[in-house]
């Protein structure tokens, strides 16, 4: 059943049919750490969305599409200086996100759920200021690496090729992980403890943070078992999510 991913779908299977909602999942290009791919955001966005849709056609009459993913993130001091890394501006971002939406509503679909893999991604203004041009189309956004506590399927918290990601990779794509290359993710906190403990919020500098090698968190306890237990119930919310909005009214009347 690949007629709902545009990787591997062609018109003919998708023409006269009618979609219940798109799915764009939304990445970035960095280094993880030293053994995982630049597109390990993308990756992980795109198989977890992809996986989500088919449990949600599965167990519901929905029909969906997922998009290619997009590849521009917004990146930190220190982490865009790295070869390759590529820093798209919020304005770069919306215009990606406004082109696409004004594709699909001129073709009669009216929701978009934006599947998230990177964390320094922010999409909540430009859905406010999309709705001033497009008020009848619904946008959705979700943070997959975020749907699920760690805790109980991993050993450390992942913030950045640590061990969630890591697993997860080696899951849905073990030829991709030169494991054998890795960091042990070490990094520094800052000295001021209301950005550790969230009680305000500043851009991390890389450099200043991670010792070397990109990673923030250990990535040597990551295995494919762990990273599909972890898939399989992020996947189900996800497919929940897909299922209710595309059948659901928004808000309690």
Known sequence: MNDFNLFSTSYSKVKGHKYDLAILPWGATEPHNLHLPYLTDCICAHRVAVDALAWAMKNASIRGMVLPYI????????????????????????????????????????????????????????????LVDYPDFLIAVVDWFAVVPQTGYFNEKDDHAGEMETSVVLYYHPELVSFDEAGDGAFNRFAIDAFNNGTAWTPRNWDRISRGDTGVGNPKSASAEKGERFVKAVVEKIGQLFIDFSTKELYYL
């Not at 390759?84 to 770069?92: D, L, N, P, V, W």
């Not at 978009?112 to 999309?130: A, E, Q, T, W, Y």
């Open 71 to 130: 590849p521009l993130g917004s990146q930190n001091q220190g982490q865009r200086d790295k070869l390759f890394c590529i820093h798209a501006r919020y304005e770069t971002q919306k215009a990606v996100l406004t082109d696409v939406v004004a594709s699909l509503s001129g073709q009669g679909i009216s929701k978009l759920v934006i599947v998230n893999g990177h964390g320094g991604n922010s999409f909540k203004n430009m859905l406010r200021d999309l």
